[in-house]
């Protein structure tokens, strides 16, 4: 897809026997996965972006928005992956199974070999399956594996998680990230109790709008050496 030229490390479609990952594809994909997640705006409820009104405004969000946003295809730093469930039936989105949800690299650096993971969306019925863990399982050993091991070799990957969105929290521990620090008041959901969204439970600062909400956030982070010195083999293990 013309999409990866601009992302600046080679993306590739990546699988094991239960998952697979290939490129976000709005035309392909886009209807699908708003029919799917509209139901179910609170998985966006730590997120700062989403839910969207219709699958025009989600997928023009991939195609035309902004360059600052996490998923926009203007924004090098970014590239999402569809989650697709092989353990499920062929369906009209990929022959070899169901679109489960989606995946990215955000905040992505050439010059620090660095990215974050990010946008991570696993839709409801997909919950507390082997999807979400399988999933980042492969963008790790896609992002930390050196080139000759099929990897971009990247140094450092992180992880943000709300401190009020523990199912977040829990994932990247189990797998292999280290909790590094806490920022308060991170970010500002303009008007977020209007979209659902879910901050800190403290009194607004000075200031803000009533219907404001801001999230605290946790910092996670994997690093190469840690990666070398047997989270490698805690991933695989958790992936089997």
Known sequence: ??????????????????????????????????????????????????????ATEFKKEFTDGPSNSIISFSNPESFAFTIIDKTRDPSPEDPEGELAGTVSFIRTSPIHL??????????PPYQR????????????????EPPERGGIGLRRVDWRASTTNLASSKLAEKMGFERVGVVPWHI???????????????????????????RDTVNYCLAWDRWESGVRETVQSVID
């Open 129 to 144: 399956t082997h999807v979400a863990k399988s999933a980042v399982g492969l963008v790790l050993r896609l992002a930390l």
């Open 1 to 54: 897809m013309a999409i990866a030229s601009i992302f600046p490390f080679p993306i590739y479609g990546i699988s094991n026997e239960r998952v697979k990952l290939i490129p976000f594809d709005p035309e392909r994909h886009g209807d699908t996965f708003f029919n799917l997640s509209s139901p179910y705006p609170e998985i966006y409820s730590h997120m700062p972006i989403g839910p969207w009104d219709s």
């Open 114 to 123: 660095c990215t974050e993971v990010g946008f991570v969306v696993i839709l």
């Open 188 to 214: 500002r959901f303009v008007k977020g109790k209007l979209r659902g969204k879910i901050g800190n439970g403290r009194e607004l600062p000075p200031g803000c709008d009533p219907e404001d909400v801001w």
